[in-house]
């Protein structure tokens, strides 16, 4: 059974900085694509960033040159670095694990940015 927990999540004013991190459980991160994802209130869920197997980077639009994504192999935990923030980042964020057949999501971490 894959479990992923989130924490890290927070309130700080904007242009601050904050560390998410996933800790997961039944899967090696290392071997398995993961990402992070956002819901604001009224918006649907958004994909921030994403990390393959073999570590490759993707990242919206809105958060590249301010977000970085990485995985953790000894702590088997992915983090999201997130630099620079903006009111508009305020969300809830997810952490996401994608296998050869199954996807797993974790609770959520609250992100609320103040201007």
């Known amino acids: 059974q894959v479990q992923l927990v989130e924490s890290g999540g927070g309130s700080v004013q904007a242009g601050g900085s904050l560390t998410l991190s996933c800790a997961a459980s039944?899967?090696?991160?290392?071997?398995?694509?993961m990402a992070w994802f956002r819901q604001a209130p009224g918006k649907e869920r958004e994909r921030v960033a994403i990390i393959d197997r073999v570590s490759v980077r993707s990242y919206a639009n809105s958060v590249k040159g301010r977000f970085a994504i990485s995985k953790d192999s000894a702590e088997n935990t992915l983090y999201l670095q997130m630099n620079s923030l903006k009111p508009e980042d305020t969300a809830m964020y997810y952490c996401?694990?994608?296998?050869?057949?199954?996807?797993?999501w974790g609770q959520g971490t609250q992100v609320t940015v103040s201007s």
């Open positions: 039944g899967a090696t991160v290392s071997n398995v694509e």
């Open positions: 996401y694990l994608a296998t050869q057949f199954y996807s797993y």
